[in-house]
């Protein structure tokens, strides 16, 4: 009976729990979806060129997936609650800085920081889901919540990010964080509580956190420089150079060290890294329609703030509406990798539509459709493909994996992003010589971001076709998970 009673006080302290991080999470993903809509506004006040814009993004991605990794060690060995708290309260701290920004590097350095901070609560929020939540049946509902609020996050991010940056100004749209994150740390307070630690003594991989970030760094800023220096230049090939040899040392590094912030041997459970590659190329697909879908709408078709937010809508939405239940019941029907195949083929449909649409072109029925397909995509792929990485990786690990998944998703949109970017500019900078107008040359640039992001998406499809490979049929739960639940008890 008192076993009963303990392991019922657990479960409802888990999702207490889950629901506070959540609301953690939110803030996240607002701030994310928030700042896309804003961004032709924030290019005109504080003087952005194009490709130096992507900044404004890639700062915060970078940091977020560079130090996730690192966080979620932190948060095993000094306790998650505290980690959690921690990087909501750097998360919200940056995001007045960001608020009060006046210059491009005031922005950008506060973006980075925004991005640690990020990174510190989300990777502590998916070790919370997989060792608060054992029952697999738990997880799964606790993960459709978790899905739910981020996409729910997601569009109203594009909406508010529109209402704001219209009429009032795009650094209220870092305000907005401030009484979610002081709600966030108050209720994290009283409601999570602290589990037993690993200790200091299991060590933190501080120099291999310090070589990935700094090379991912590099890379992204070889890659946007490219619009002034070029592609042979120099400072590009030096750049990218030392990037490369940066990681070169990384995995060296890793592969020797007693505790790692990357073991190697992850990669080779089956699915893991295959799917994690998958994911990094569906979402430069991904980002491209959002970075330059909110440049089309606002530059192009002279759409507000709001009316962007509002266009937006239709994709995140579907997301959401598939989160629900549908997808869930045609994995369990077809199994995840032929959802997961029609998924990227939808993706990949939507990306076309974009690549192909006019200046003029009504919004109804091209442009609302190609949002839509694009949620039906993105809400069919990102279910099964996590499902595959999961799926043989042992319970020990599971936290370590969900970072990897996550480092894959965020290098991959950040990368790919300021590849496209430059790559967009380039093409725009080249059309303006050939005597073209200021609306087409944009346009000609956004055309091929779309068409790059649909051929990076393409060459996901092929992994999921011809290496991906089905997950094994599920086991029963290993003794790990079964003392898991004694210690709940």
């Given at each position: 009976?008192?076993?009963?009673?303990?392991?019922?006080?657990?479960?409802?302290?888990?999702?207490?729990?889950?629901?506070?991080?959540?609301?953690?999470?939110?803030?996240?993903?607002?701030?994310?979806?928030?700042?896309?809509?804003?961004?032709?506004?924030?290019?005109?006040?504080?003087?952005?060129?194009?490709?130096?814009?992507?900044?404004?993004?890639?700062?915060?991605?970078?940091?977020?997936g560079?130090?996730?990794?690192?966080?979620?060690?932190?948060?095993?060995?000094?306790?998650?609650?505290?980690?959690?708290?921690?990087?909501?309260?750097?998360?919200?701290?940056?995001?007045?800085?960001?608020?009060?920004?006046?210059?491009?590097?005031?922005?950008?350095?506060?973006?980075?920081?925004?991005?640690?901070g990020?990174?510190?609560?989300?990777?502590?929020?998916?070790?919370?889901?997989?060792?608060?939540?054992?029952?697999?049946?738990?997880?799964?509902?606790?993960?459709?919540?978790?899905?739910?609020?981020?996409?729910?996050?997601?569009?109203?991010?594009?909406?508010l990010?529109?209402?704001i940056?219209?009429?009032?100004?795009?650094?209220?749209?870092?305000?907005?964080?401030?009484?979610?994150?002081?709600?966030?740390?108050?209720?994290?307070?009283?409601?999570?509580?602290?589990?037993?630690t690993?200790?200091?003594?299991?060590?933190?991989?501080w120099?291999?956190?310090?070589?990935?970030?700094?090379?991912?760094?590099?890379?992204v800023?070889?890659?946007?420089?490219?619009?002034?220096?070029?592609?042979?230049?120099?400072?590009?090939?030096?750049?990218?150079?030392?990037?490369?040899?940066?990681l070169?040392?990384?995995?060296?590094?890793?592969?020797?060290?007693?505790?790692?912030?990357?073991?190697l041997?992850?990669?080779?459970?089956?699915?893991?890294?295959?799917?994690?590659?998958?994911?990094?190329?569906?979402?430069?697909?991904?980002?491209?329609?959002?970075?330059?879908?909110?440049?089309?709408?606002?530059?192009?078709?002279?759409?507000?703030?709001?009316?962007?937010?509002?266009?937006?809508?239709?994709?995140?939405?579907?997301?959401?509406a598939?989160?629900?239940?549908?997808?869930?019941?045609?994995?369990?029907?077809?199994?995840?990798?032929?959802?997961l195949?029609?998924?990227?083929?939808?993706?990949i449909?939507?990306?076309?539509?974009?690549?192909?649409?006019?200046?003029?072109?009504?919004?109804?029925?091209?442009?609302?459709?190609?949002?839509?397909?694009?949620?039906?995509?993105?809400?069919?792929?990102?279910?099964?493909?996590l499902?595959?990485?999961?799926?043989?990786?042992?319970?020990?690990d599971?936290?370590?994996?969900?970072?990897?998944?996550?480092?894959?998703?965020?290098?991959?949109?950040?990368?790919g992003?300021?590849?496209?970017?430059?790559?967009?500019?380039?093409?725009?900078?080249?059309?303006?010589?050939?005597?073209?107008?200021?609306?087409?040359?944009?346009?000609?640039?956004?055309?091929?971001?779309?068409?790059?992001?649909?051929?990076?998406?393409?060459?996901?499809?092929?992994?999921?076709?011809?290496?991906?490979?089905?997950?094994?049929?599920?086991?029963?739960?290993?003794?790990?998970?079964?003392?898991?639940?004694?210690?709940?008890?």
């Amino acid at each position: 009976m008192k076993v009963l009673a303990s392991a019922t006080h657990a479960s409802r302290r888990a999702w207490i729990a889950l629901a506070v991080v959540c609301l953690g999470q939110f803030m996240v993903v607002l701030d994310q979806t928030i700042v896309n809509v804003a961004l032709d506004e924030i290019q005109r006040d504080l003087h952005f060129s194009q490709a130096a814009l992507t900044w404004v993004v890639n700062a915060y991605l970078v940091t977020f997936g560079s130090f996730m990794l690192v966080a979620g060690r932190v948060g095993d060995l000094v306790g998650r609650r505290r980690v959690f708290l921690f990087g909501v309260a750097l998360f919200t701290l940056a995001s007045i800085a960001c608020g009060f920004a006046d210059s491009q590097g005031l922005l950008i350095a506060a973006r980075f920081v925004q991005g640690i901070g990020g990174a510190v609560a989300f990777s502590v929020t998916i070790a919370l889901i997989v060792s608060e939540f054992p029952d697999a049946a738990d997880r799964a509902k606790a993960m459709s919540v978790y899905m739910f609020v981020a996409v729910g996050g997601g569009s109203v991010g594009l909406l508010l990010g529109g209402l704001i940056a219209q009429s009032v100004d795009w650094h209220w749209i870092f305000f907005i964080n401030v009484p979610i994150g002081a709600a966030t740390l108050l209720l994290g307070r009283a409601c999570i509580d602290e589990r037993e630690t690993i200790g200091l003594d299991g060590g933190v991989d501080w120099l291999g956190a310090g070589l990935v970030t700094v090379a991912l760094m590099l890379a992204v800023y070889a890659i946007v420089g490219t619009e002034q220096h070029g592609w042979g230049s120099p400072q590009t090939l030096g750049w990218g150079g030392a990037a490369l040899a940066l990681l070169v040392g990384f995995f060296a590094l890793e592969a020797r060290i007693a505790q790692p912030i990357l073991p190697l041997q992850l990669f080779r459970v089956r699915g893991l890294a295959v799917a994690a590659a998958v994911r990094a190329f569906v979402f430069t697909g991904m980002f491209a329609v959002f970075f330059f879908g909110a440049l089309y709408m606002e530059q192009i078709r002279g759409l507000s703030p709001l009316g962007t937010g509002v266009a937006f809508l239709p994709m995140t939405l579907t997301v959401a509406a598939l989160s629900l239940g549908p997808v869930a019941r045609l994995i369990q029907r077809f199994g995840p990798r032929p959802v997961l195949i029609v998924g990227v083929c939808t993706l990949i449909a939507g990306l076309v539509l974009f690549a192909t649409a006019s200046a003029d072109v009504p919004y109804a029925p091209l442009l609302l459709v190609a949002f839509v397909v694009m949620g039906l995509g993105g809400g069919s792929s990102f279910v099964p493909l996590l499902t595959i990485a999961m799926a043989d990786v042992p319970p020990r690990d599971a936290g370590i994996a969900s970072g990897i998944m996550n480092v894959a998703m965020q290098l991959g949109a950040a990368l790919g992003l300021a590849l496209l970017g430059a790559l967009a500019a380039h093409r725009t900078t080249a059309r303006l010589a050939d005597g073209a107008s200021h609306v087409a040359a944009q346009l000609s640039g956004y055309h091929l971001a779309f068409a790059l992001g649909a051929g990076a998406t393409v060459v996901g499809l092929l992994l999921s076709l011809f290496v991906l490979r089905s997950p094994r049929p599920q086991a029963a739960p290993v003794e790990a998970e079964v003392e898991a639940e004694l210690q709940l008890a």
